[in-house]
Nanobody, 121 residues
Framework: QVQLVESGGGLVQAGGSLRLSCAAS????????MAWYRQAPGKQRELVAA???????NYADSVKGRFTISRDNAKNTVYLQMNSLKPEDTAVYYC???????????????WGPGTQVTVSS
């Protein structure tokens, strides 16, 4: 069994900051890419930021320069530092990991349950 658990969401005023964390646990052999997605009401889920095992990153244009993704491979944890938050950043944020478990030769996508981020104007 594998679990991804997010933390750090909440309510913040525009211009403020939040830091999201996501820890993966269970029978994990290795983790490839990790990422954060978000889904606002009435909208499709979209990629916010992603990071490879080696630390290569990519970001949605809407968050470049404001958000920073990082990971701690020893802790199987990914972070999302969100600065200069805007009301349009309001969404449920989901952690994603492409990982391999001990009893499989293949990697699969796993998702966390999501954490709410609300930015007030």
């Amino acid at each position: 069994q594998v679990q991804l658990v997010e933390s750090g969401g909440g309510l913040v005023q525009a211009g403020g900051s939040l830091r999201l964390s996501c820890a993966a646990s269970g029978s994990i052999r290795s983790i490839n890419a990790m990422a954060w997605y978000r889904q606002a009401p009435g909208k499709q889920r979209e990629l916010v930021a992603a990071i490879t095992t080696g630390g290569n990153t990519n970001y949605a244009d809407s968050v470049k320069g404001r958000f920073t993704i990082s990971r701690d491979n020893a802790k199987n944890t990914v972070y999302l530092q969100m600065n200069s938050l805007k009301p349009e950043d309001t969404a449920v944020y989901y952690c994603y990991a492409d990982l391999r478990v001990y009893y499989s030769d293949y990697s699969y996508a796993y998702w966390g349950p999501g954490t709410q981020v609300t930015v007030s104007s």
